[in-house]
C-alpha cells in the first residue's frame, strides 16, 4: 500500500530498495526556502542494520501490510527481549534495539500490539501513556509554581523529562510513550 512520506510513523515497516524496514525515528523538517522533507531512522528487518533516509512530504513510499497481534511483554536480558503471543502462549524473542529509546517504557507484564510481516517480529507498539514514579526532582522554590517553567525529572526506568514544579519525588504521573513527555498526574 502506497502511502505519503508525511503519513510515516515511528513502528510502521516500509519497503525500499527491495528491502524491509521498521521506522525507527521521523523528524519533518520545514526549511525557510524550498519544500517541507522528512528524514526517516530505520532498521532492516533482516539484518537489523540501521541507515536513514530523506524524502519529500509528498514522495510516496510503499509501506507494507503486517499483521498485529496482542502480546505480553515477559521479560529482557543483555540483547533480546521475550514476549508471549497472548493466543496462542507462544513465547518469541526480538533484538532489544527493536524499540530504540522507548525501550525503557516497557513494563513486565505489560500488554502490547506486536507486528508481524511473513510471521516474523518486526515491531512493537506501545501504549500511548504509562504510569511512571518520580524518583528524582529538584525541590519546589517558593513562587516558583506561578510561572509556566518546567524543572528536570528522574523516573523510575531512568528517563530524564521536564515536569511541572509542583511534582516532587515519589509521585505518581502519567508518561507519553511517542513523546516521552509529562502528560498528568496519576489519580488511582
Same mark, same amino acid.
Given at each position: 500500500m ?5 503519513l510515516?510513523?515511528? $513502528? ?8 524491509q ?10 526549511p !525557510?526556502? !524550498?519544500g ?10 533482516r539484518? !537489523?542494520n540501521?541507515?536513514? &533516509?530523506?524524502w519529500?512530504t ?6 507494507c501490510?503486517v ?5 505480553? #511483554?515477559l #521479560? ?23 524499540? $530504540? ?12 500490539? +506486536?507486528?508481524? @510481516?511473513? $510471521?516474523?517480529p @518486526?515491531?512493537?507498539a506501545?501504549?500511548?501513556k ?5 524518583? &528524582?526532582a529538584?525541590? @519546589?522554590?517558593? $513562587?516558583?509554581?506561578?510561572s509556566?517553567s518546567y ?5 523510575e526506568? !531512568?528517563l ?8 516532587e +519525588? ?6 507519553s510513550?511517542?513523546e516521552?513527555?509529562?502528560? &498528568?498526574?496519576?489519580?488511582?
Open positions: 502506497k502511502i505519503n512520506a508525511n510515516i510513523r515511528p $513502528g510502521n515497516i516500509l519497503e525500499h530498495n527491495g528491502r524496514y521498521a521506522v525507527l525515528k521521523i523528524q519533518i523538517v520545514q !525557510g526556502k !524550498g517541507a522533507f522528512i528524514t526517516v531512522e530505520m532498521r532492516d528487518i539484518t !537489523g540501521k541507515t536513514n &533516509e530523506r519529500r509528498a514522495d510516496t513510499i510503499e509501506k501490510n499483521e498485529a497481534k496482542e502480546c505480553t #511483554f #521479560f529482557r536480558d543483555d540483547d533480546h527481549m521475550t514476549f508471549m503471543d497472548s493466543e496462542s502462549f507462544e513465547q518469541f524473542t526480538m533484538p532489544n534495539d527493536t524499540l $530504540g529509546d522507548t525501550i525503557a517504557f516497557l513494563q513486565d507484564g505489560m500488554v502490547v500490539e +506486536v507486528d508481524f @510481516v511473513e $510471521g516474523s @518486526v515491531s512493537i506501545l501504549p500511548e504509562v504510569v511512571m514514579k518520580v524518583v &528524582e529538584d525541590p @519546589v522554590v517558593k $513562587g516558583q509554581t506561578a509556566s524543572k528536570p525529572a528522574k523516573l526506568n !531512568g530524564k523529562i521536564l515536569v511541572p514544579p509542583f511534582l +519525588v515519589g509521585e505518581v504521573i502519567w508518561v510513550t511517542s516521552c513527555t509529562y502528560l &498528568e498526574r496519576y489519580k488511582g
